[in-house]
């Protein structure tokens, strides 16, 4: 049976152990040893103003006692005084540079120093990592399967031209082997790393290994399942039959789809490629990539490698591997001579506006006979070495934290050279903000030869006892290993949204005035909650004792909730809510696929998935096993949908205890039933689980706090992205609102991308000034028309250019850039007078969740536009539209241009409001009929919903383009780069 908490009573929050009493003695005599010999002593390193680093307490047996950390709401509050915000428990925050560098000063400077901010810091890193991932740590099993490298980077152990190592490479026949050992030992991914070699050899090396690994991994999980089935006596799949096949054909490819979290995940770490071998390597299946950055200073970057390694390449490599569609990780080496805080400082702003996934950041450990020890020693030699790198240590740890609170969802390692230093290193590491361990899986044999820095750790441990070791260092600090799941990191899929503050040059130390929550928020962000299960499970119960009303109808007969019930409420220490009561997923025939649609429709909104279960319709009359083999079938269903999609299901068993309501079932064989359901619907134990009797008074209270108690609680609440490009977001910045009005116009307001945009501008303290372009005059017939509205446009914009040295950005209709792109350029250079960009670019930038790039390479596609494609033009709002008098742009101006670009064929329809092509339809109007979708804005729908529609595009290899980037590039192709430039992005 599964091992699981008291059903009956919620799982209470459990303080991390302080003390490895959980430890074996052969533990526990060894890391006390380690322990005692890592205690740093009193600073004397040059390094900036190094302060003393924090030593490890034991306690009478000599084993290390973790000090108890700040209590999570305590710290959010004392970081809000420090950064003049606000700030929520667990909430990301978005720091700018200055904010970062003062924050390390408080954290880690001599003479600076603040020990209240720096407990702080620790914890609020700690409480925004158990926010995005509980108490769960991913494992990356690290082999090192080669050391064979062309390059020669100056700090490197395995560099070109350092003498005295011994080169390898591990076979294929091996390396498949460790994998494979990975796997069956629950490691949910590994990451294959080596010396840079740009050769066809060693491609066709990689690309047969991890096909093989995909092969072999893929195929183990789907023999398992059928095994599974059969012993629960499920019926046969004949799809799985087909899968296996499949796998086992000449024609598998590693990157398949349909595989996607079967198998081992793998994380690739082989240097700087071109993009057709980026490529080659994702389609065999890898899909996360590390390629370190080291300092994202060009200056300090070139110091540290030759000139036939320059950082524009490491640079454009990233990118590429954005473009391919790898998962990226990249970090930073701490301490390396002649680097600065505020060089550090950059480097986490690098991470940011280069939307890394992933980051490993450890410090700078010298490797004897290369350039940069060299140097380290002219630098630092005449201090205390051991003193240095525990100081070194401590600043790493730091900026976990920084990083962690700044970036929130993104995956963030323990670095093994953390342990190099302090024995403990990786454990403090992870009660600061990382979430990542890399066991070392490499033979034993090989360790030592692949050397990147001195006293590398565990490099006689075998593969066994390094993960039994790790296991046993979690459990002391209350964490566990996330077994047999890929972790990829959730940044990759929805970018958090933080809460943002200006980058001031000074800090505070001292309480402030309360400040508006959520500066970012342009109007009310609600977090979905979506109630999912089969018909008569409890579902409109459910709802209804949430809100402590009766909304949702309840009756006996099946299928009474016929369409989706949706309804808003206010949490308790949640927030603003969305709630949807759904109709039952199991309904058979055409009305019961639809709404069956509707529901996985809703699924794909949904913050927080609760899939409610009543055992007693699943189970057996006579005794603890499934009804039918196919009882679960739909909820099956919807866990593995909300999986596809990153949603996170919860699990609500409906327990009916109430006289004459368990069918004369007793509370142990309920009890029984339901261990059982979770065997067959949670075999890895990956959800959250609730028993509850819905009919009892409690209910509505224990539901409450268990939707508190969920990882995605608060994730969207104070935490949207705002309207403009932050780098504009500055207390002297100003923003030109070119605001043009037309027939359908309403009265009495401004429109929703234009209200939305000022206010997301006028909470980050940036002042506005709006203009009412006169659209008939500019593009009138008659020339003294045309120069009196541009006489009287280019006087507003030279009052604004005339302003305070701040950022200044011009916000225009995207059916003005026409207008708006020549009368902005320097009549003698032709060079812009002011940047640019278009409200629906910048709504789009909020509701996508960052995901503009998508709708930039959706552009592409209609540039080839053709006769005979099929055009879908979707609008979130639903206006009554006055053709005949306005220039509607979804109606009239972008069906012209479509035809105007591929023909007068082109097929053109409209999706307005909450309506959208399904992706499981597949008639002339599902989703996947269309050639390009040009999707508007977003502001009069949901977040959560204008994502889940880019989920379905990109899942449907649909390319999907916006209103505002269509008619940028057709007004100019130069225009549309002008409209990107302000989020770092180009057409091309």
């Known amino acids: 049976m599964l091992a699981r908490p008291l059903f009956w009573a919620l799982p209470s929050s459990v303080e991390p152990m302080r003390a490895l009493s959980i430890l074996p003695s052969r533990f526990l005599s060894t890391l006390a040893s380690q322990a005692s010999s890592s205690v740093p002593r009193a600073s004397t390193s040059p390094f900036l103003a190094i302060p003393k680093a924090a030593q490890i307490n034991t306690n009478n047996d000599g084993a290390p006692l973790y000090a108890p950390m700040m209590d999570a709401h305590a710290a959010a509050g004392v970081l809000g005084d420090v950064l003049k915000r606000g700030i929520g428990l667990g909430e990301v925050v978005c720091l700018g540079q200055n904010e970062i560098h003062g924050l390390m000063e408080m954290c880690w400077k001599e003479g600076s120093r603040d020990e209240r901010v720096r407990e702080a810091l620790f914890a609020h890193a700690n409480e925004v990592t158990r926010r995005f991932f509980g108490n769960k740590v991913f494992y990356r099993g690290l082999i090192e399967f080669s050391n064979v490298c062309q390059n020669d980077c100056l700090y490197c152990g395995i560099r070109k031209n350092q003498p005295n190592v011994e080169r390898y490479t591990i076979s294929k026949k091996q390396l498949l082997s460790i994998a494979l050992w990975a796997h069956d030992n629950g490691y949910g991914s590994v990451m294959l790393q080596s010396g840079e070699l740009n050769h066809p050899a060693r491609m066709k090396y990689l690309t047969d290994v991890i096909t093989a690994i995909r092969r072999e991994t893929v195929l183990t999980n789907l023999e398992k399942e059928k095994r599974h089935r059969r012993h629960s006596n499920q019926a046969e799949d004949p799809a799985i039959d087909e899968l296996i096949e499949e796998v086992r054909s000449e024609s598998f490819i590693g990157s398949d789809p349909r595989f996607k979290d079967k198998g081992i995940g793998i994380a690739l770490s082989v240097g700087e490629l071109s993009e057709a071998d980026y490529r080659r390597l994702h389609e065999a299946g890898g899909h996360r990539y590390l390629l370190r950055i080291e300092s994202s200073n060009p200056e300090l970057y070139s110091k540290i490698h030759p000139p036939t390694q320059p950082f524009a390449k490491r640079l454009a490599c990233l990118r590429l591997l954005k473009k391919v569609g790898f998962q990226v990780g990249s970090g930073v080496m701490i301490g390396i001579p002649g680097q600065t805080l505020e060089d550090l400082a950059r480097d986490i702003v690098f991470f940011r506006d280069e939307d890394i996934d992933m980051v490993g950041m450890g410090p700078y450990i010298t490797q004897e006979d290369t350039p940069v020890a060299d140097m380290w020693q002219a630098q630092y030699g005449h201090v205390d070495k051991k003193e240095h790198m525990a100081e070194m240590f401590d600043l790493t740890t730091v900026l976990i934290s920084i990083c962690r609170i700044t970036m929130g969802n993104i995956n963030i390692a323990a670095t093994t050279a953390l342990q190099a230093i302090n024995a403990n290193g990786r454990e403090v590491a992870l009660r600061r903000g990382a979430n990542v361990l890399m066991p070392i899986l490499t033979p034993t044999q090989f360790r030592e030869n692949y050397q990147l820095y001195e006293g590398k750790p565990c490099i006689t441990d075998t593969a066994e006892q390094c993960k039994e070791c790790l296991n046993f260092r979690l459990k002391s600090i209350g964490k566990e290993a996330a077994k047999a799941v890929w972790g990829d990191p959730p940044h990759f899929y929805q970018h958090v949204r933080s809460h943002h503050t200006l980058a001031r040059r000074s800090f505070s130390s001292k309480p402030s005035p309360a400040a508006p929550k959520s500066p970012g928020a342009s109007e009310l962000p609600r977090i979905n909650i979506g109630f999912f299960g089969a018909m008569n499970a409890g579902k409109s119960t459910l709802m209804n004792k949430l809100t402590r009303s009766n909304l949702s109808i309840v009756d006996a007969t099946p299928g009474t909730t016929a369409d989706t019930k949706i309804t808003l409420m206010e949490l308790h220490d949640i927030g603003p809510t969305k709630l949807f009561d759904t109709a039952g997923i199991d309904e058979r025939g055409e009305l019961g696929e639809k709404k069956r649609r509707k529901t996985i429709s809703v699924l794909k909104e949904s913050d927080i998935a609760l899939l409610v279960v009543d055992p007693l319709q699943k189970l057996s009359p006579t005794e603890p096993t499934l009804a039918s083999p196919d009882a679960l079938q739909w909820e099956r269903y919807l866990i593995e949908m909300g999986e596809k999609r990153h949603k996170e299901v919860s699990i609500v068993f409906n327990i009916k205890e109430q006289e004459g309501a368990t069918q004369g079932w007793t509370r142990r064989q309920i009890e029984d039933g339901v261990v059982r359901l979770l065997e067959m619907l949670d075999p890895s134990s990956m959800h959250r689980v609730l028993c509850l009797d819905l009919g009892a008074p409690e209910a509505s209270d224990r539901l409450v706090k268990f939707i508190q108690s969920s990882p995605a609680h608060g994730s969207m609440y104070h935490d949207d992205l705002p309207c403009v490009p932050e780098s504009y977001l500055t207390a002297d910045s100003v923003f030109f609102l070119n605001i043009p009005m037309d027939a359908e116009t309403p009265a009495g307001r401004l429109l929703r991308p234009q209200a939305m945009v000022q206010e997301s501008i006028i909470r980050h303290y940036g002042t506005t000034v709006a203009y009412r372009m006169d659209l008939a005059k500019a593009r009138s017939s008659d020339p003294a028309e045309v120069q009196e509205e541009k006489s009287r446009f280019l006087k507003m914009l030279n009052m604004v250019l005339q302003q305070t040295a701040g950022p200044k950005l011009l916000i225009t209709d995207s059916q003005a850039m026409d207008i708006v792109h020549p009368w902005t350029l320097d009549p003698v250079t032709n060079r812009p007078l002011i940047d640019i960009t278009t409200f629906s670019i910048a709504l789009l930038h909020r509701q996508s969740g960052g995901q503009l790039p998508t709708f930039v390479e959706g552009l592409e596609r209609f540039k080839h536009i053709k006769q005979g494609d099929r055009v879908l033009v979707a609008e979130g709002c639903n206006h009554n539209r006055i053709t005949q008098l306005c220039n509607d742009i979804a109606t009239v101006q ?51 919903k204008v994502q889940a529609r880019v989920d379905d595009l990109r899942e449907m290899g649909v390319p999907v383009t916006n209103f505002g980037l269509l008619l940028s590039y057709v007004a100019a192709p130069e225009a549309v780069d002008r409209a990107l430039q302000p989020w770092g992005l180009t057409s091309v």
């Open 894 to 944: 972008l069906p012209g241009h479509i035809r105007a670009q591929g023909g007068a064929s082109i097929a053109v329809d409209h999706a307005f409001g909450r309506e959208f092509p399904d992706i499981e339809d597949q008639s002339d109007k599902g989703l996947g009929a269309y050639s390009l979708v040009i999707h508007c804005g977003g502001c009069y729908i949901d977040k959560q």
